[in-house]
């Protein structure tokens, strides 16, 4: 899939600071449209993985990534001080 959430995240990012650039601000009606479009794109994600829970066969919805697990360090052994005894 090509564009994934976080690419929605950075678009509207970008509508919030293109409507404060005090040099050439974006129109009003525009960054509505954007907020409408963003709007209609999260309700149809939500769905996605509400269809996802209810037909329970672990899918995963290609517009959300998938968290990166992070592996747990090794344990450490404990340093006795009488480690040499």
């Known amino acids: 899939m090509k564009n994934k959430i976080t690419d929605l995240r950075n678009h509207l990012f970008e ?9 050439h601000p974006m129109e009003v009606q525009r960054a509505k449209a954007i907020y409408e479009t963003a709007q209609t794109i999260i309700e ?11 037909v329970g066969k672990g899918e995963n919805s290609p517009f959300f990534e998938q ?10 052994k404990e340093i006795t001080a009488n480690a040499s005894s």
């Open 15 to 23: 509508t919030i600071e293109a409507l404060k650039d005090p040099d």
């Open 67 to 76: 968290p990166k697990l992070v592996q747990p360090a090794p344990a450490r």
């Open 44 to 54: 149809s994600g939500k769905l996605e993985l509400q269809f996802i829970d209810l």
